[in-house]
């Protein structure tokens, strides 16, 4: 008898794959993304519109305790668009992930047919790069009137660095969600992870103003790398030693949060 | 189309198959009956090359799902037991989107996607969020979304468990048409007259080993009497009046609300116990279905 | 007179006091599963009062208030109180209320018992001022541990936050039973968001230009900061008298209103 399937049948490539997942993030994005319009773009522009300009009216400090920045609102305006990426991305791979393998298990129908694990993964990083790119760009584009970018180049810098930022979230916790079977566990994620970096990492003052063991803690959370290569680009005072670390840093945790999310998703959507 | 042998699965120290033979040929409708928790989903969702083989081999379209995993899903349709529709998305967009995911073309899975609303009767439903639908028409569309890729062979997991009567018998009716168009069915069920009405052949499963296999008739044939005779009595007494009807069929069974007297000539049984003066509240005399051949393999009922 | 064993007689209805303990009992027994969450909950305004009243406060000098030197800190302090039980209440009537009446359809199975719908929406916010009580009673223990609180005014601060919370927490629920998907909580962050950011809680209202100024000033949660900021100052002035009489008036309008909407949608 012939075989059922021809022994060599050739493979889609794993591009190919994920890009077969284009019209269900299109789907979704056309769904959300009226929502999404007030967390991703309007609630950061609040945020400089007052701790920037309203509250930095009121701080007139010398640029050497502002890191180098001749304004408050200089000073705040990158790490506040760091710390965007973050929130942006552990929104999308929290309770979105948890609803894909244990609500309405769509990850499970999606691996139902020819896609795998990986592609499932690759589609969502994939869109969320694209939701990275429109919510930087965008920021970036508003921020540009207020004197805070002090060279295109910068800019460009700035745009590619949330890229990287939102990556080394999302790979993560992206795990975390994969694997998670009760969702409380995210209330702890945002409680004691992301609002204490979101608040400590050297967005809002600089971390040099915290107590020096408090300091060494904050340079060492994934935000602070974030936030300081990113002002690096706006306010122009780029280094190559210390940006290599943060980009090095971002990478490895991107790299291996991506290694560790593809073989929980595997096991999660293997029982 | 599958053949595996040995095929064993395990969670951690819960083994939910524990070796099991099967065998399914091209264009035939083959059952794993069985109750909750006999292995069957587990069986199901390894032969739909998502859930990695624990030990045994496993051949699904003459492919090793462990390596060809996407090669074979291509080909197959999948109808999970509990649902997983997009419940946000609208009836249409959920076949359009999953369509995608196979590579087919956009403008030619929009076409299948009507086709398909019209063949399970939800055409004027396309433009529902699907949770408006109710139990049956999710079914359909579950049912729908597996047939989007035109598949070789279609696992039905549970395909009308939860659902009423008159929507089972509308499901059954499509799963006909599509064995008629020669599509290979697989499904799980723990409804014996579903597994009779479906299958060409199947197994009976119970903690995750077959117990049993053949056609529905054979199996009746094999392991039952052609008819039973069901004898009710007062609440309590089955027990006791049990050894008094032993001897007047082949076999006797006790069930908590009525006594089952098997042998080939019903209405004699029944004769037979009002002549021993005794009178159950309420006599029935029916054929012999899978779910006897069940109580007799394990000593357990189907559904409980 | 004989009695049907298995039927219980008929018995009054409960007391609003005995619903309501029973409805908080039912929350506490809920959250005793996930006390971590009860707990972490606290943390949120600690950490904006450290990040920003300490933090960026070093990058500060001081603030005039009603005629007082203060430090930022301690200006800050009373918003990050204000702003909580705000949020806290906010989170739970809209939410969470819309989980139970939607989702869990806890609320159809109350009803089914002699429960009424005011015995409903009076045990949810009950158990809301229960909650942000105890946070704003230990946030108000942070503050003096600081030696962010300068007068004892402050004792007065903790009903303030009650006030605040109920305040919130009626208006809140009403607007909640007119919410159809979770897609309308955009609506809420759109109101409280901004609210947050400036209703005076980190800079003085004077930041603001004309027109601007009084629309802050007529905001629910400016009201509630400045007379925290008020109490825990000692710095008191009419603005207090205004803002409880505005807070007692927008929670029981929203009660009221909530109320008749739960009679429409649940006793249907």
């Known amino acids: ?271 | 189309m599958i053949s595996a042998v040995g095929l064993r699965k395990a969670f951690g120290d819960f083994e939910a198959v524990r070796g099991i033979d099967v065998e399914v040929r091209r264009g035939e409708a083959f059952g794993f009956l069985g109750p909750n928790g006999a292995g069957k989903s587990s069986t199901m969702r390894m032969i739909a090359a998502v859930s990695p083989v624990t030990s045994g081999s496993l051949r699904i379209l003459g492919r090793d799902p462990a390596e060809d995993g996407p090669a074979i899903r291509a080909r197959l349709g999948v109808c999970p037991q509990e649902d997983t529709l997009d419940t946000e998305l609208t009836v249409r967009d959920n076949l359009v989107v999953y369509g995608r995911y196979f590579g087919i073309p956009r403008s030619e899975v929009a076409r299948r996607a009507d086709e398909l609303l019209e063949f399970v009767q939800l055409a004027e439903r396309g433009k529902a969020k699907v949770e408006s639908l109710s139990g049956g028409m999710k079914r359909r569309l579950t049912i729908a979304r597996s047939l989007i890729n035109r598949p070789d062979l279609l696992l039905l997991d549970e395909p009308t468990t939860g659902l009423d009567p008159q929507a089972r018998h509308v499901l059954w009716d499509r799963l006909f048409r599509l064995k008629q168009q020669g599509v290979t069915l697989v499904l799980t069920t723990h409804y014996m007259d579903e597994a009779e009405q479906l299958c060409d052949r199947l197994v009976v499963m119970d903690k995750g080993l077959i117990v049993a296999e053949g056609s529905p008739l054979e199996l009746i044939r094999g392991h039952s009497t052609r008819e039973v005779a069901e004898l009710r009595f007062g609440v309590g007494e089955h027990e006791a009046l049990a050894a008094k009807v032993e001897d007047l069929g082949e076999r006797v069974e006790v069930l908590p609300d009525r006594l089952l007297v098997y042998s080939d000539d019903g209405e004699e049984v029944i004769a037979r116990v009002h002549e021993r003066g005794l009178s159950p509240v309420a006599v029935l005399v029916r054929r012999s279905t899978l779910e006897d051949v069940f109580l007799r393999l394990t000593g357990r009922t189907l559904v409980d | 007179m004989a009695t049907v064993p298995g039927v219980a007689q008929p018995r009054p209805t409960p007391s609003a006091l005995a619903a309501t303990r029973i409805l908080l009992y039912r929350n506490y027994l809920s959250y005793r599963a996930a006390w971590y969450i009860f707990l972490t909950g606290f943390l949120e305004p600690v950490f904006y009062l450290f990040s920003i009243g300490v933090g960026v406060g070093r990058l500060i000098d001081s603030f005039e208030f009603n005629g007082e030197t203060i430090g930022y800190a301690a200006f800050v302090a009373p918003g990050m109180l204000a702003a909580s039980a705000m949020n806290g209440a906010v989170l739970d009537s809209t939410f969470n209320f819309f989980f139970k009446l939607k989702f869990e359809k806890l609320y159809d199975q109350i009803l089914a018992t002699p429960m009424s719908t005011l015995d409903v929406a009076r045990g949810e916010l009950a158990w809301s001022l229960l909650r942000g009580g105890i946070y704003s009673f230990g946030f108000l223990g942070v503050m003096a541990g600081m030696g962010l609180v300068s007068s004892w005014w402050a004792v007065l601060a903790l009903p303030a936050t009650l006030l605040v919370g109920f305040a919130f927490a009626g208006a809140a629920m009403a607007l909640t039973t007119y919410m159809r998907s979770w897609q309308d909580f955009e609506y809420v962050s759109l109101a409280t968001m901004p609210m947050f950011l400036f209703s005076a809680t980190f800079f003085p209202v004077t930041a603001f230009p004309g027109v601007l100024r009084w629309l802050v000033e007529a905001t629910p949660l400016y009201r509630s900061v400045v007379l925290c900021r008020e109490l825990t100052t000692g710095a008191l002035s009419w603005d207090s008298a205004v803002s409880v009489v505005y807070l007692v008036a927008m929670g029981v309008v929203g009660l009221l209103v909530a109320r008749r909407r739960l009679d429409a949608l649940l006793l249907t």
């Open chain 1, 1 to 271: 008898m012939a075989p059922d399937l021809p022994a060599t049948s050739a493979r889609p490539s794993r591009w190919e794959l994920a890009w077969r997942q284009s019209d269900y993030w299109l789907t979704v994005y056309r769904r959300t993304w009226r929502g999404s319009v007030i967390t991703s773009f309007l609630t950061p522009l609040f945020y400089v519109l007052a701790m920037g300009v309203l509250l930095g009216g009121f701080i007139q400090v010398a640029p050497e305790r502002l890191e180098g920045a001749t304004s408050y609102l200089a000073f705040v305006a990158p790490g506040l668009v760091a710390a965007q990426s973050m929130q942006l991305v552990v929104g999308e791979v929290t309770y979105p992930v948890m609803g894909m393998v244990k609500w309405n298990r769509i990850a499970f129908g999606m691996t139902a047919t020819p896609l795998g694990p990986a592609d499932v993964v690759n589609a969502h990083l994939g869109f969320l790069v694209f939701r990275l790119a429109t919510v930087s760009g965008v920021f970036l584009a508003v921020l540009a009137p207020f004197g805070v970018l002090t060279s295109p180049a910068g800019a460009v810098g700035a745009f590619l660095t949330q890229i990287l930022v939102g990556l080394a979230f999302a790979t993560p916790i992206y795990g975390l969600s994969a694997g998670l079977r009760n969702e409380a566990a995210f209330a702890l994620v945002f409680r004691l992870g992301i609002i204490p970096m979101f608040l400590f990492s050297g967005a809002f003052f600089p971390v040099g103003n915290l107590s020096p063991a408090l300091e060494t803690l904050a340079r060492l959370t994934p935000l602070w790398h974030g936030v300081d290569l990113t002002r690096m680009f706006t306010l122009g005072t780029l280094e190559a030693g210390p940006a290599l670390v943060h980009l090095g840093y971002l990478l490895a945790m991107a790299g291996l949060g991506y290694l560790w999310v593809v073989r929980r998703l595997t096991r999660r959507l293997g029982d």
